[in-house]
């Protein structure tokens, strides 16, 4: 715990025998209550590692996609009473390191969401990310800097946290199960007024390390400009589906498949 408040890491993990265990053990773990992975129908040993690590696993009967599963984090997370959660890859891209940093960030009450960022410091370059993606990010961010009137260094990160509060009240149900997730929920933090906070945090881009290709950066790219549209069209009133105040929030009444533990609602 930080300040009395139970911090709990999730990861979402698709194929991450390979990283899994050197993420796991660069967690400083007595800053951290619980940590729970969830398993998106893996074809390697994902799910077997995590158990020999003791992990509190949750295996996809089918995949679900990247949003998919950040959602069955959530709610894992939620039901484990979870004050703050931290959601980090393990693909060992980003380091585990910063988690006791940016989760006081938000258990003392200075920031509702943390985002680390590869952009501050400039550490992505430096770490491999490849220049079609440097040059994407930049410009996506500074084109939803505009449309939200916020400073913020990247909006792409995967290496986040959350209040509960903002896992409750934010109508995360209804946004994407693919890759676009993690947007539609920064602009949903925006857009319900909560602050967000930034860390800067080295990377590291590997054989090993999980990457979208380049047919499905560029759908993400304008999967990002809609989303920035929809905010915008929100902000001067119009009524848009994603920002409407009436979606659904996370079902934590859900059943979900533990791996590693007896059967658990």
Same mark, same amino acid.
């Given at each position: 715990m930080i300040n009395n408040k139970k911090i709990v890491v999730i @990861? *979402?993990?698709?194929?991450?025998? $390979?990283?899994?265990e050197k993420t796991y053990n660069e967690i400083y773990q007595n800053f951290v209550d619980e940590i729970i992975l969830v398993d998106d129908f893996s074809e390697d040993a994902t799910k077997e590692i995590a158990k020999k690590l003791d992990i509190t696993t949750i295996v996809h009967e089918n995949n679900k996609g990247y949003g998919g599963n950040q959602k069955s984090c959530y709610k894992a997370a939620l039901k484990a009473g979870a004050d703050i959660v931290i959601m980090l890859h393990p693909d060992y891209q980003y380091t585990p390191k910063l988690i006791p940093a940016m989760a006081s960030m938000m258990a &003392?009450?200075?920031y509702d969401a943390v985002i680390a960022s590869r952009m501050l410091g400039?550490?992505?370059?430096?770490?491999? @990310? *490849?220049? +079609? $993606?440097y040059i994407s990010n930049r410009f996506l961010t500074e084109f939803e800097n505009f449309v939200t009137g916020q400073k913020l260094s990247e909006y792409h990160t995967g290496f986040r946290g959350f209040t509960r509060e903002i896992l409750e009240k934010l109508p995360l149900? #209804?946004?994407? #199960? #693919?890759f676009i997730f993690d947007n539609q929920m920064?602009?949903?933090?925006?857009?319900n007024g909560y602050r967000i906070g930034e860390i800067s945090c080295p990377t $590291?881009? &590997?054989k090993e390390a999980s990457s979208i290709n380049f047919f499905r950066s560029c759908k993400y790219g304008l999967e990002v400009l809609l989303v920035s549209l929809k905010y915008r069209l929100s902000k001067i009133g119009l009524s848009v589906n994603l920002f409407n105040g009436s979606g659904r929030i996370l079902n934590t009444d859900? $059943?979900?498949? +533990?791996y590693n533990i007896r059967n658990s609602n």
């Open positions: @990861m *979402p993990a698709y194929n991450a025998e $390979k990283t899994l &003392f009450g200075e400039h550490s992505a370059l430096k770490g491999g @990310m *490849p220049l +079609y $993606k149900e #209804d946004c994407s #199960d #693919d920064l602009a949903l933090t925006l857009y $590291k881009y &590997f859900e $059943k979900l498949n +533990y």
